[in-house]
């Protein structure tokens, strides 16, 4: 009816029954300020709500089994692993000082064992940026250069071979582990990781192989294991550096190990390998530890956001609560649990629930206002991590070769008496049986289960479908608003024109003019293609930067920043000299720079929420309401409404925070507090995530700074 | 119709009654000849160096000739008399493993590894002796009868892409060798017992009485093998005399629970045996039907190098006969029975050790009176299996579900170090070592991108390849077959291959119901044709008797079987069927919908309704209408 009417009078329409899906959306583009408010408010409203929406896991796989059978490490593995512990952190095993003692110890445990011992020597390497190496697998064929043999690292491998399996695939145990200075965590991981060895090689349902990789992080953990899979997944068969581990002299002395031992044939210094990696734990202990429970915390987040299956830490979970008795902890932002306006809004939906509970007894979604805000801050957490696309641990290495891994950190009560320190290597070795066995049973690749999830507490999920809502939500406007704007712009041009003009010009000039206005905004695209051309400039210069030699991270960044500029000006000179006359001359330019600029920021972030969701969602919520507010000032400031002012206010609110190094220090601020921030930090950051190639660096160079440079450039528009 | 047919029927009966005449003539004459049926039952125990012990059941059964007896046997298994007869086989193996034979510790040099050392799962290949275009189908038909004979999906090597023709590399060399694998078959009972039922005595006496089931599947490594060669006759081609060869293979833990119990210091002692300990069983009397049913105990090279028998140096003596004290009791080891006959080997080319055999006849015992053979070891010794020239493993490389490679890599052994030292002395000393690959078409190998890597340096192809042979895979139809010959020095110490593929898609209904398991690759086979592997033990009347020595006395080329391979393969998410489904009906619905509603609209016939329509109603409407049609009509202009 409603149609019909305004049809009817207004009559501009040309046609007397138009499509309705061309008239939704010529609706939705006419309204387009009032659908962008509801669906910016509904965005975050539904981000916030998803705690409320997340759901129970569950164990999709049912091969996987977890718990039905009953642990089989009983209290004379334990003492086996007790035995390694108390070896490692005799101090006489440390009197070498590259630590080869404690490896050879290790070996000599795995050997006894039966297992299959090789070392692994690895010169550790350094993350470097290479531009044209984003998003591609981990190249072998880097040229290394100036090894000397004081710095390399040795991997201890040992591997089972299932009795009577067919050797296709194989479950990986990884201890991290410094030979020159181990904390007491350290070496107890590596007691647990031996007391389930020890296990493992008796058992007779063992289908796939195991390795046990003891990484020495002496180089960090992550270079180790990494260094370790590079190698089992792209071996270099030719080896040109001419500084080989083996001519050092320590490394042979590793090798004379094979001489104590009877079952020479078991030990080897080649790489060995077992069949495709099914799955991958990484295993530490932390040393100190505050709390009063044992607990045992979960770190998943691989680079660019990828996570493990949703069943792998779902079945950690399951055992470690209902088996074991340890608390299972996923990472939270710590200084969200204690924010009042979250406990609040937390009531706030705990009340509605119950509003909706007595409506209609069937309605049950609320949850208690402190579980709300725990899962709220384990939400933003695992947001967080996920965006950053830095992993979050060693078991980030195995996920770039499609193996699911996670890292369990295990935080043991209180000090270091006997009895405790069976009883963690008791619960701790059953846990890692029970996933061994769990893994083991499965008969296909973990599948089953989630990949993309934002965990809500370490039993609790939100899957795509629900948390993509949020971010749909807050990108819809953006088509639309473009569109309105390109099509304000045409039509007021048209009738400012149609006033101004002649009706002789108007006969003369019609055709001429509707083909160069309709492609008028061609060159607000020529300057938005020039700021992002600008933006893959700005985000390449730091691979030069980091070229020059003794550089501190303050004066890099200043570089950076200057020469950023330095590239804007140039290009704005070179390039867009003919625009910024054609721009002079059309006061409505604004419109369709704002138009062009909203079109690619959302191509930005469509692009993005394929690559990594969560980068795409925190990118949305800084970038939605500063390209959908931005409006020059100068009109705000001759309007001088109360509404003009305020978003006069929003505007320039927004175009600080949206600036990156900005966002970051307000970021930074919140977790750490203001008194340390530095300049030097937000280029340390931003080295740590080129070193990790994460997407997320690309998206700020590429979408978010060009978005807040136009933005900015639309807020001190003259017109 | 009836009258023409009565005297042939008549014939027909005469001539079976002349036949069976014939027959019982010809059968009472074999009685006295020589050629009869024969079954012969042996097993072999060997211990290994990791404290695990080999038992190696060999059963022959042989028929001569069947002219005489026409398809009738004593003792061979009819089954297998008529597959030979029917699809004119000349040599076929057929083995069911599970488990892998471990090549570094239970050695790759002797006749017992080179040939029953097999990849999991279920191997056949098979020899005809058809003309060419009827090959393939006499492959079929015998894959589906061994498929029902041994309870196994064997008949899945049907399709034409899942078995291969090797030209040249595989050991019996020869165009009409067909060769399949089916790495993921499980092996269990049901395949064992048919194979048992063509034993004449089944596991009912002597040696198939120690093949208790659970003790066998707990080993491990489990083969079982059945060989048939048919010797054609040199009159006709059908008639053949068939020799089959059932051999099993078990690699065995003796007494772990005892290896618990033991302290550090004893750790190293090999645990002691007993047959009865092992399989639960022991060894009463012998098949009535069998010709000789003996068990042996073989002490391998390295064994008998470490345990230093007193007088090694007059062994020969000892061979002929007298069974010397000195060895079967000696300091380090103790046998609880007496063997009846020691057999030293002859001097083999590439050990200085010989390795010893002991034999033990089981006739001489009863059911009152079982065999029972243990073995005590006294002190620890530790020795090393005879390896095989170049130790072989094959792994995939790189990641991704879009490309990788497949690498086999070669390194030097032990035994190439002796090998080496011994050949030193001419310069252009070369290994040959031989390489089948079998590749399944879904893994779309680039044969051109082969490479070689001697000794860490990327060397050129030709250089290293003596001679090669590809056929590329068809899609659907038939897998990539590589066969080379490399020619390495012998000072080798690595060698690598690497061949580069890209991973092919799949059609929904060829994914198996686990597709998310990925796909096997099965093994490659890597063979040493300078080596053989074959222990000659001295000359002796018996020793032409016994089945099992004379086939460690064939010289077979040494060869290793590398291990499986797994390629995840992109699997689709199999409830997209239903996705597409979906997605697809909506979209049709909106098309033809808006299709039919476009087709079915008149504009013009709409207006003169609408005019219609407004001619017929008085008011303000009418005159609004016309107004709007006007406009229409204006506006319809403009835009033309």
């Not at chain 1, 495709?276 to 990484?282: E, I, R």
Request: proline share 6%; with cysteine; glycine share 6%.
């Amino acid at each position: 009816m409603a149609e019909t009417k305004e049809k009817s009078l207004s009559d501009e329409k040309p046609k007397p029954r138009v499509r309705p899906i061309v008239r939704l959306g010529i609706f939705l583009i006419s309204h387009s300020f009032l659908v962008s408010i509801v669906c910016c408010t509904a965005g975050v409203l539904a981000l916030f709500l998803l705690p409320v929406l997340a759901k129970n896991t569950y164990i999709s796989e049912n091969a996987l089994m977890p718990g039905s059978a009953s642990p089989m490490l009983s209290n004379q593995h334990v003492s086996d692993g007790n035995r390694l512990v108390k070896d490692l952190t005799n101090p006489n095993s440390k009197s070498s000082e590259t630590g080869i003692e404690s490896h050879k110890i290790i070996a000599q445990y795995m050997l006894d064992l039966g297992a299959e011992v090789s070392f692994h020597k690895f010169h550790p390497q350094m993350n470097q940026f290479h531009p044209l190496h984003f998003f591609s697998s981990p190249v072998s064929g880097k040229i290394q250069e100036n090894y000397s043999c004081s710095s390399y690292g040795i991997n201890t491998v040992g591997i089972i071979r299932a009795p009577r399996g067919d050797g296709k695939e194989a479950i990986v145990l990884v201890t991290p582990y410094n030979a020159l200075k181990s904390g007491f965590g350290e070496a107890l991981s590596l007691g647990i990781a031996y007391s389930v060895f020890s296990l493992l090689t008796q058992v007779t349902w063992l289908a796939k192989d195991i390795i046990w990789l003891v990484a020495d992080s002496q180089y960090g953990e992550y270079a180790a294991v990494a260094a370790w899979l590079r190698e089992y997944q792209t071996p270099k068969f030719s080896s040109l550096s001419t500084p080989n581990a083996e001519m050092c002299p320590d490394v042979n002395n590793l090798f004379e190990l094979k001489g104590h031992s009877i079952s020479g044939s078991k030990f080897s210094n080649s790489f060995r390998r077992a069949g495709t990696m099914a799955a991958a734990l990484v295993l530490k202990v932390r040393d100190q530890n505050e709390q009063f429970e044992d607990t045992i915390s979960i770190y998943a987040e691989a680079s660019n956001g990828q996570m493990p299956n949703l069943d792998l830490i779902n079945v950690v979970n399951y055992l470690a609560v209902h088996r074991q008795g340890l608390r299972v902890n996923v990472e939270k932002l710590w200084p969200l649990l204690n924010s009042s306006w979250l406990k609040s809004l937390g009531e706030i939906f705990e009340s509605l629930a119950k509003v909706a509970k007595s409506l209609y007894p069937k309605w049950k979604f609320g949850i208690p206002a402190t579980e709300y805000v725990e899962g709220t801050a384990t939400l933003a957490s695992s947001l967080y991590y996920q965006a950053l696309g830095v992993p979050t641990g060693p078991h980030g290495a195995f996920r770039d070769y499609q193996v699911d891994a996670i890292t369990l950190e295990i935080s043991p009560k209180f000090s270091l008496d006997k009895v405790w320190r069976n009883d963690i290597l008791l619960r701790g070795g059953r846990l890692i049986e029970g996933v061994i066995r769990s893994v083991n049973n499965l008969l296909e690749k973990f599948h089953q289960s989630f990949f993309l999830y934002l965990l809500t507490s370490p039993s609790k999920f939100v899957s795509v479908g629900v948390y993509m809502i949020a971010f749909a939500l807050l990108i819809a406007p953006l088509p639309m608003v473009a569109a309105s704007l390109y099509v304000d712009a045409n039509s007021s041009s048209n009738c400012s024109k149609g006033d101004s003009s002649t009706p002789s010009a108007i006969t003369d000039t019609d055709e001429h003019g509707i083909a160069i206005r309709s492609w008028r905004w061609l060159n607000s695209a020529k300057l938005v293609f020039i700021v992002h051309l600008w933006g893959a400039i700005v985000s390449l210069l730091p691979y030069f930067i980091s070229q020059i030699p003794d550089c501190s991270p303050t004066t890099s960044f200043m570089i950076w920043v200057l020469l950023s500029i330095l590239s804007l000006l140039t290009l704005n000179s070179v390039l867009a000299s003919p625009l910024a006359c054609a721009k002079a001359t059309q006061e409505k330019e604004w419109a369709l720079v704002k138009s062009v600029t909203i079109s690619s920021v959302f191509i930005g972030l469509g692009l993005m929420s394929v690559i990594n969701f969560a980068t795409a969602e925190i990118g949305a919520l800084l970038m939605v309401p500063m390209c959908l507010l931005a409006r020059p000032l100068k009109l705000d400031v001759r309007a001088g409404t109360l509404r003009s002012f305020c978003r006069l206010i929003c505007n320039l609110v927004l175009g600080h925070i949206a600036f990156p190094p900005a966002a970051f220090f307000l970021l930074k601020g919140m977790l750490d507090g203001f008194g340390n921030a530095n300049v030097g930090d937000f280029w340390m950051w931003v080295e740590s995530l080129w070193a990790w190639n994460s997407a997320t660096y690309l998206f700020i160079g590429m979408v978010q700074l060009p978005c807040w440079v136009l933005c900015v450039s639309i807020l001190f528009h003259t017109c | 119709m009836v009258l023409l047919q009565r005297p042939h029927i008549l014939l027909l009966l005469i001539d079976t009654h002349q036949f069976l005449q014939c027959w019982i003539a010809f059968g009472s004459a074999n009685e006295e000849g020589q050629q009869q049926e024969e079954f012969s039952e042996e097993l072999l125990v060997k211990p290994l160096p990791d404290h695990k012990l080999l038992a190696h059941f060999h059963f022959q059964s042989s028929a001569p000739p069947s002219t005489s007896n026409g398809c009738h046997h004593h003792l061979f298994p009819k089954a297998i008399s008529q597959l030979v007869q029917k699809f004119r086989v000349k040599e076929m193996e057929l083995s069911f493993t599970q488990g892998r034979w471990n090549y570094e510790s239970w050695g790759g040099f002797d006749p017992i590894s080179s040939s029953n050392a097999k990849p999991p799962g279920v191997e056949l290949w098979a020899v005809f002796d058809v003309p060419q275009h009827h090959i393939d189908a006499s492959w079929k038909n015998l894959t589906h009868t061994l498929s029902g004979l041994f309870c196994a999906s064997i008949n899945f090597l049907e399709s034409t892409a899942t078995y291969s023709t090797p030209e040249w590399s595989f050991p019996p060399a020869s165009g009409n060798v067909r060769y399949g694998t089916l790495p993921c078959e499980a092996v269990c009972t049901e395949n064992l017992t048919p194979w048992l039922k063509l034993l004449p005595c089944r596991d009912k006496a002597a040696i198939a009485l120690l093949l208790d089931r659970p003790s066998l599947y707990r080993g491990f490594y489990h083969s079982q093998r059945l060989h048939l060669t048919s010797t054609e006759s040199s009159s006709e081609g059908i008639d053949s005399g068939i020799i089959l060869e059932q051999t099993l293979t078990v690699v065995l833990q003796p007494n772990s629970e005892r290896a618990i119990e033991v302290h550090a210091s004893e750790k190293h002692v090999q645990p002691s045996w007993s047959l009865s300990s092992i399989f639960g069983k022991q060894v009463s009397g012998r098949c009535v039907l069998a010709k000789s049913s003996s068990v042996y105990l073989l002490l391998d090279r390295g064994l008998v190098a470490e345990l230093k028998f007193p007088n090694k140096e007059n062994g020969k003596s000892a061979a002929n006969g007298l069974t010397s004290e000195n060895f079967w009791s000696n300091p380090s080891f103790e046998l609880s029975v007496n063997p009846d006959r020691i057999f030293l080997e002859e001097s083999s080319s590439h050990s200085k050790s010989l390795s010893i055999l002991y034999m033990f006849q089981v006739e001489k015992y009863s059911e009152s009176e079982p065999f029972d053979i243990g073995l005590m070891w006294k002190v620890p010794v530790a020795w090393l299996c005879q390896q095989t020239p170049l130790h072989a493993s094959r792994f995939f490389m790189g990641s991704g579900n879009e490309r990788g490679a497949i690498a086999i890599s070669l390194k030097s052994t032990q035994f190439t170090e002796g090998f080496m030292s011994a050949n030193s002395k001419d310069g252009s000393c070369e290994l040959r070592v031989d390489v089948f690959q079998v590749v399944p078409w879904y893994v779309k190998v680039y044969f051109h991108s082969l490479r070689v890597f001697v000794d860490q340096q990327p060397r050129a192809v030709s250089d290293f390849i003596e001679k090669i042979h590809v056929s590329p895979s068809k899609d659907k139809m038939s897998p990539g077959v590589m066969e080379v010959v490399l020619k390495l020095p012998c000072r080798v110490n690595t060698a690598a291959l690497t061949i580069e593929f890209d991973k092919g898609f799949l059609r929904i209904d060829e994914y198996p119901p686990d597709a998310n398991q990925g796909f096997d690759i099965p093994s490659a086979i890597i063979s040493f044709p300078n080596f053989h592997a074959s222990m000659v033990f001295l000359e002796d009347d018996s020793l032409n008797r016994s089945p099992l020595l004379s086939k460690f006395q064939e010289k077979c080329p040494v060869m290793s079987y590398t291990e499986v391979l797994l390629v995840p393969l992109t699997t689709p998410d199999f409830s997209m069927p239903y996705n597409v489904i979906t997605i697809k009906c909506t979209v049709f619905a909106l098309y033809f919908g808006s299709l039919l509603n476009v087709l079915q609209r008149r504009v013009a016939e709409e207006e003169r309704f609408l005019k219609a329509k407004a001619a017929k109603k008085t008011g303000r409407l009418p005159l609004l209408l016309s107004k709007l049609s006007a406009k229409l009509r204006g506006s319809g202009i403009n835009q033309d």
